[in-house]
């Protein structure tokens, strides 16, 4: 793998191929893909988590050797965007 594609962090609009570019990705890659709304929601599109939470978890998950993380989000997406190698 080369090291440019070692953390991948997709961003765009709802609807707009984040999640299906991610999985070809991890396919091709052999990377875990994290989508951004397992972070956001406590439980899927009914409970919401507050952004402390958010930004805590993600930064675990930045903190990984590896990884394609896609989602929208903008507040507490910064730990992932700062250790991505490759933004998209």
């Known amino acids: 793998m080369k090291k440019e594609f070692k953390r991948v962090y997709i961003l765009g609009c709802s609807g707009s191929g984040k999640t299906s570019l991610a999985q070809e990705l991890a396919r091709k890659l052999h990377i875990q893909q994290y989508d ?22 993600l930064k675990k998950l930045a903190a990984k050797d590896s990884w394609i ?20």
């Not at 951004?36 to 406590?42: N, S, T």
């Open 36 to 57: 951004l709304d397992d972070i956001f929601w406590k439980k899927k599109y009914t409970s919401k988590r507050d952004e402390k939470s958010c930004r805590s978890l």
């Open 69 to 88: 993380i896609e989602g929208v989000y903008d507040r507490w997406v910064d730990p992932a965007v700062r250790r991505a190698t490759f933004v998209i």
